[in-house]
């Protein structure tokens, strides 16, 4: 007889929250790690995931106007030298290509971080008039920033990601287009990965190198440390300036053009893992779930639970559910469990008994919960359930970012937050660098997520230096 296999198990969140994500990346089978340190193996589970991320994501761009293009993967240096304050940003992650075959370069190439000067470059050789913009381009591509410290996902050398780079006729329209793809990535992250998050203006210190204003979309994991979920980031005419890239205007004199640039990680998987899961393993938002209902047949080996079992499945399949049926020949009991480490929302349950009564189980990942349908009626209840697992993940995060969101009024309070509350801080800050670093300095590691929309007046000074306060921030800990 063949030995049954084990489900593996996975360290409480609560004992090491650390080794919990490392266990469910690994045993969930979304990545391995590779021989190059620092970087990942995206495993077909893992990159399923990416795939439904793009799918949506890319859909949202295009109806917005939004082009696909494929810029190279190396920046000469000195194409990367041309914006003083994007290069001295990126210098220290970048890596360096000296030798080509057996030829020593004659100027080194970076591996892209980022694309802005690459999309500069083009934008001078096809923007000429008014009648050109405005240009709206993105692209899906691996980037490289050679990080010390990594993390499947959270944190790699090489990550995959899009980076949206567009010009503008006029200031308005481009300050437009940065809070609109902020908007995009918001709606995203709650509507499609059940992730409800702050969204608001970065500080001067915190902001993306080179740009003149950067907004982000901060989502709190379990633990009550920030991921920085989204960026998207208004230039200016700055880089269009560096890279001389003008445009003849509607009143026939030459212009430069207005910039931005936005994008969305690999990181996002990261964000799904931490927010959402247990310690059964993970559990993944419907909408980007690469099997959103699984079906387990119960004593498959009677006639015709297999025959019912994959009918089932043709017929969700239909209906556009992502759907699958292990007829393998582990049990029942380890399948159940399988299936929950990898955060299938929906198990569908059919055995004999089931068949003769015109029924079967749905099984809720979220709650635990079971509902017995009728099987003509299956393919509703399946979407209604998939619906609910979707709202509960949200009602759950939501309250997990309101449990632990603090407001501190003076320093001690902000200090005994940061030691003794895990999650965000709101509290006042007086605009000074300064302060920023201090506190960061003094809490082990707490900054500036951002600057909210909406902003709540908890005193006139500042909680730091005591100085007038100009706005209110949320302070917490990030990946």
């Known amino acids: ?39 990942m193996i995206i495993r077909p589970y893992g990159y399923a995931i990416w795939e439904n991320i793009q799918k949506e994501l890319d859909g949202r761009f295009k109806a917005l106007g939004h ?17 003083k304050d994007h290069v001295k940003g990126f210098a220290p992650e970048c890596a360096w290509v000296t030798v080509g075959g057996d030829n020593q370069l004659s100027e080194r190439l970076a591996v892209r971080p980022t694309s802005e000067t690459l999309f500069c470059d083009h934008f001078k050789n096809v923007i000429h008039s008014y009648r050109d913009l405005p240009k709206l381009y993105n692209q899906w591509v691996n980037v490289v920033r050679w990080e010390k410290t990594t993390r499947p996902f959270l944190r790699t050398s090489e990550f995959l990601w899009q980076e949206g780079h567009t010009m503008h006729e006029t200031e308005e329209e481009a300050r437009e287009e940065t809070l609109r793809m902020l908007g995009v990535y918001e ?30 979309i901060e989502p709190m994991m379990h633990n009550g440390v920030a991921l920085q979920g989204g960026t998207s980031h ?81 017929r969700l399949s239909a209906a556009g559910v992502r759907v699958k049926v292990d007829d393998s020949d582990n049990s029942a009991g380890w399948k159940y469990s399988q299936y929950e480490m990898k955060g299938v929302p929906v198990r569908l349950e ?92 003094e809490t082990g590691g707490v900054k500036s997520r951002c600057i909210p929309f909406v902003e709540d007046k908890l005193s006139d ?18 990946y």
Not at 67 to 76: A, G, H, Q, S
Not at 468 to 478: E, I, L
Request: proline share 4%; charged share 25%.
């Open 350 to 441: 059919i055995g004999p008994r089931d068949i003769e009564s015109g029924v079967c189980v749905l099984v809720s990942r979220v709650s635990g919960e079971k509902k017995t349908v009728a099987i003509e009626s299956v393919e509703s209840e399946v979407a209604a359930m998939l619906d609910y697992v979707h709202n509960e993940l949200v009602d759950r995060a939501r309250r997990n970012l309101a449990q632990k969101t603090n407001e501190a009024r003076s320093y001690e309070e902000f200090l005994d937050c940061a030691q003794n509350r895990p999650g965000f801080i709101k509290a006042m800050w007086c605009g000074d660098e300064e302060c920023e670093n201090k506190i960061k300095d």
């Open 1 to 39: 007889m063949a030995k049954e296999k084990k489900v593996e198990q996975i360290t409480s969140m609560d004992t090491d929250f650390a080794q919990w994500y490392t266990d469910v990346v690994k045993k969930a089978e979304l990545v391995d790690y590779s021989g190059v340190k620092g970087c």
């Open 187 to 216: 709606d995203f992250y709650l509507n499609v990965l059940a992730i409800p998050a702050i969204t608001g203006r970065k500080t001067e210190k915190e902001k993306f190198a080179g740009a003149i204003e950067t907004y982000t």
């Open 461 to 478: 000074v500042c909680v730091c230096c005591g100085k007038p306060a100009k706005h209110m921030v949320v302070w917490g800990r990030q």
């Open 67 to 83: 082009e696909n293009v494929y810029m190279p993967m190396f920046i000469p240096e000195s194409l990367l030298q041309k914006e």
């Open 234 to 314: 208004y230039f200016g005419d700055g880089f269009a300036k560096a890279f001389d890239i003008t445009f003849t205007g509607r009143d026939n004199t030459i212009k430069y053009p207005f910039q931005t640039s936005w994008g969305v990680s690999t990181r996002s998987i990261g964000a799904i893992i931490m927010t959402h899961g247990d310690d059964n393993g993970l559990i993944l938002p419907p909408r980007v779930a690469p099997v959103q209902t699984v079906i387990i047949p119960v004593a498959q080996h009677k006639e015709g639970v297999l025959e019912k079992a994959n009918e089932i499945k043709e």
